[in-house]
């Protein structure tokens, strides 16, 4: 079983929706969970970390972690062209990540 | 600030030869990491180092060799390579703890045949 489990997609949705990545673990000793954008042959960035069950905002992004249910979830609202890339999910325990599959978005104006 | 800069950007080995990519960053964070992106598979850490002189294996380490003999340096080391060592290659840098604050470089796309 892989410490990180995310649905590759693609996933393709039109602009202005609300798109919904998610992303399961089975280790219980993740202390951080992050969510990292990748553009096309570009290195990754980070777009939100949280350490704690519970929502966090910033803009048009919501991270989610339900610890309980070993699931995160980021919520992308108002969806524009410019979000199409690929995101990643990462968690950390100790000094180590460990980073899901990655899911391909595309936003259709 | 550059950030993190990484070289070659592209490289063709044969199998058997050797190989440094090179990374440096200007942040003067402590932290310093290495991943192999393969499609489909996500990120996989092959080294990292939380200091000057202090290095520490991640997932996936054989077939590689890093050193860190200052801030701003992480060279990865390729020894023998093999067709599975195709992959791009990612240097990372971050202050420390909490880890989520993590810089990457643009890649290095290496390919052995």
């Known amino acids: 079983q892989k410490e990180v489990e995310q649905d590759p997609g693609p996933l393709s949705v039109p602009e202005g929706a609300i798109v919904s990545l998610n992303c399961t673990y089975s280790?219980?000793?993740?202390?951080?969970f992050m969510w990292y954008r990748q553009y096309s042959r570009k290195g990754p960035e980070l777009l939100m970390y949280?350490?704690?069950?519970g929502n966090k905002e910033d803009g048009r992004f919501t991270a989610q972690v339900d610890k309980s249910s070993k699931y995160i979830s980021l919520f992308i609202r108002d969806s524009q062209p410019s979000d199409s890339a690929t995101y990643l999910c990462a968690m950390v325990t100790g000094n180590q990540f460990y980073f899901g599959t990655g899911t391909s978005l595309t936003v259709i104006p | 600030n550059a950030g993190v800069t990484q070289t070659p950007k592209f490289r063709i080995l044969k199998i058997g030869q050797s190989m440094t990519l090179q990374c440096t960053q200007d942040m003067n964070h402590n932290y310093m990491y290495w991943y192999r992106q393969d499609p489909g598979m996500g990120l996989k850490l092959i080294y990292y180092s939380v200091g000057a002189g202090i290095t520490d294996k991640g997932e996936v380490p054989n077939g590689y060799n890093v050193s860190r003999s200052t801030t701003e340096d992480f060279p990865l080391r390729l020894e023998l390579a093999a067709p599975s060592q195709t992959s791009v290659y990612f240097c990372?840098?971050?202050?420390?703890?909490?880890?989520?604050?993590?810089?990457f470089g643009p890649g290095t796309r290496l390919t052995v045949t």
């Open positions: 949280t350490y704690s069950s």
């Open positions: 990372a840098s971050s202050r420390g703890l909490p880890p989520g604050e993590q810089y």
């Open positions: 280790n219980s000793a993740f202390q951080y």
